[in-house]
């Protein structure tokens, strides 16, 4: 991220009357990004250059002490572990130089609302985890386990005397940021949630024009950020102030806003689906406990799909909170080889009301080991699992292809043996999983042609069958 | 049962030249009965009277010798164990006498095929399992690992020389009542599947003259049992032979000819529903793995359900025949608490591959001795599960009522408490059930009101509520 500052006004209000925006240049390439007032005086213009090389730039704005101000500077080579920003990659995703992304997420919608001692835990046990995206909230989260008021709130004001929607509050901006780039640090995506129904404070209430303001802002802020996702909503239809036009109206404000296409979808409650099919969606962020639903929306639709929120493991006593660990890795397993991502979440109730679902705090669940090693599988195996070569029921248990890799995850099935039908010519390492124990057993270190496999026939085990 | 012995006419075809029925009369009750050709000169009518008292009868016969044949008997009153035949009794099942039927089956669909020896181990192990139920085919079933040809076939001839359908084989019926008989003796009802799709011997093809001339015969002989019940088919759809129209006709055949009303259905294959709204339907009997569809259907139509094939619990290859027993206790659980019952099938593969789903021999899975935990449970307590009292998520977990008592099961989940709003003056006795490790521990054994009882949190967890 390239950030320029300039002095400027701090009279009347800067957020309002200073428009102030500036364009980037490199060889043929032509960026537009609009700059902010950043408080006491500063104005920034903040920029993601996606090609090395020498950039210059130039501002535009109504006030003449920061209007035409030039500059140049060099784009160097990505550090070591900046793999760019995400994008779209036919059903999966990938990093700017090529990397697979596979979103092994979890979920705290509120962890930056949280007093600073706190968020500093949920980044100690994030940086512990297997997570590489987690979805948060732009705005603070009012519900069940989470009544307390957020120290600062991204509006000038506060609760009792209202909330000023033409001025913003830099201090939550800056803390805001500060997590994004924690999260970047420790190589985590941040899936911005920018609406969502549950609160009191009036942001649910704000004019589309408000909205817009808001997200010209925030955009501004945070597009050059190369870890953000936009979320619009968490269960949109919850949100009963905005009708279908409202988000596709937010949508193109957006996909006009960000210069760099950041992943954007939009997420739903059980009771009623979105249209992932809109042109704007860029992946499917659903929320059911069904698998198969989700992989048949993928393919129908043909996105990348996130089931970003499967059910949560916990012991809460509301039928939201309490999915058994076993179930959540089901779940995780049954998904992966159907080429569809779960996002975790996580609702244990303690003395403190600290769930890491909404405040953050300390992972302590059992399905984190077994993500872990799911992800490492994936991940060292580079599966992008979609394709099912095998025939009969096996496409409906397995993911991948005979050339690249294939995972075939059995759940509560289990057969004695399994029998394969490899292309001729080539050879093939089975090795058997146990998804739950995480265990890796070689079952056979070359094979080819129609080949049986004896398998133990107990539930939850799976089979990597690698070419050779 | 009644039986009732003349010697007659061997010459031509007894089968079917002899036309024989009986009147049976108690008071005011008339009921009449068709008689059968039995081999070797013998004629019967049988007669399963449903009051205690002296019963007359009188024979009418196309032939004179056997024509108003005249009689009397006692029917006494019943013996120690006999509750009589089984009954629709609103959304569940109840014998005659009253006393509660919980229908807890198993499958096997040949195992009366099957030699001597082979069906003398099968009653072994029926004896020592959980069951009160089989469902058993009349025509042999020919489909992977079941390829022997059976002793011997209802109809005279054999699959070379072709069989002749006016005449049956009085071998083959007498070993099958002698099978009924035996599984009556142990207190099992046998569900009779009449006409299936996994046959080369020309059964499927039958005109529907044919057809009624066999269930003639088959209901002379067989409908005086109190233990059968009528299954028009397994996977009926399957069976290309037939249209609806032909099911329909099926039917009204039976209800005609069955004086005694036995319980009656027909069994689907997943890839097709049948309509068993209609009107001789006594109970749904479906296939499927969902629960919870059952029981829409249940609430739907107001008739009881059985889903009679859940899947199977085993470890073969093929799709329909490797669930894990766990799974297999999950699906029972799930249906007992929205008052769906289940029926069991076991398919391990052994080298003999006598797998008791068809060919019957010995029950050897994890899931049998969870199933008669769970009967006695629901016995013990007499627990019809229908109605849903608590609120909330509850009345997807629960069934029963503050009145009889109720069974919650968490399935997946596995909330660390469990709060109750008992109806007020009533006191309640809580019992916490691992349904896999078969245990019960009284949690707490009076409570009243507003009452939150601590859980552990872990899975396949449920509460027995018990009024005191």
Redesign the interface.
């Known amino acids: 991220m390239y950030e320029y500052t300039l002095k400027g006004p701090v009279k009347g209000n800067p957020f309002q009357d200073v428009v102030l925006s500036a364009t980037f240049t490199h060889g043929d390439i032509s960026r537009e990004v609009k700059g902010f007032y950043a408080g006491e005086g500063k104005y920034k213009v903040r920029f993601m250059p996606e090609e090395e090389g020498e950039w210059k730039f130039a501002t535009v704005c109504n006030i003449k002490s920061l209007n035409n101000k030039k500059g140049v500077f060099q784009c160097v080579a990505p550090a070591a572990g900046n793999h760019g920003k995400v994008n779209i990659d036919g059903l999966h995703f990938s990093y700017s130089d090529g990397t697979s992304y596979f979103p092994f997420g979890t979920t705290s919608y509120a962890w930056t609302h949280q007093c600073d001692s706190l968020a500093r835990e949920s980044l100690k046990t994030l940086e512990k985890s297997p997570f590489n995206k987690i979805r948060m909230c732009v705005f603070p989260k009012r519900y069940r386990y989470i009544l307390n008021e957020p120290e600062y709130f991204a509006f000038a004001g506060d609760k009792k005397n209202g909330f000023d929607f033409t001025r913003f509050n830099p201090e939550y901006w800056d803390n805001l940021e500060l997590r994004l780039q924690q999260l970047q640090d420790m190589g985590m995506e941040a899936d911005l949630i920018l609406f969502h129904p549950y609160g009191n404070w009036g942001f649910q209430e704000m004019t589309p024009e408000q909205d817009k303001y808001y997200l010209e802002y925030l955009l501004g802020r945070l597009a050059s950020f190369r870890n953000v996702w936009w979320s619009l909503a968490n269960e949109y239809h919850l949100l009963k102030t905005k009708s279908e036009e409202d988000w596709d109206e937010i949508a193109r404000f957006i996909k006009d806003n960000d210069p760099y296409n950041h992943p954007i979808s939009i997420h739903n409650h059980p009771a009623q689906e979105y249209d992932w099919s809109k042109n704007w969606v860029s992946h499917i962020s659903i929320q059911t406990h069904d698998q198969i639903r989700v992989n048949e929306l993928k393919v129908a639709l043909q996105k990348p799909a996130i089931n970003d929120e499967c059910g949560y493991e ?6 939201w909170g ?3 660990p ?2 959540i890795v089901h779940r995780y397993w049954t998904g992966i080889v159907h080429g569809v991502y779960t996002t975790h979440g996580e609702t244990y ?1 303690n003395p403190q009301e600290v769930i890491w679902w909404s405040k953050g705090g300390e992972l302590v669940g059992e399905s984190i080991s077994r993500i872990r090693f799911l992800r490492n599988l994936i991940e060292i195996n580079d599966l992008k699992l979609d394709y099912n070569k095998p025939q ?2 096996g496409k ?1 248990v397995s993911g991948g292809d005979f050339d690249n890799g294939m995972l075939i995850y ?1 759940g ?8 394969f039908d490899f292309p001729e010519g080539k050879q093939y390492e089975i090795t058997l999983i146990d998804t739950w124990e995480m265990t890796e057993k070689k079952l056979e270190s070359k094979c080819s042609g129609k080949f049986t496999v004896k398998l133990p ?3 939850g085990k799976a089979l990597l069958v690698t070419p050779l």
Request: hydrophobic share 25%.
């Open positions: 916990g012991d809460l006593p509301d039928e309490n999915l058994s076993e179930e109730l009969g029921w409906h059995f509560h099935h289990q057969p004695g043996s399994w029998t026939a107990e539930p």
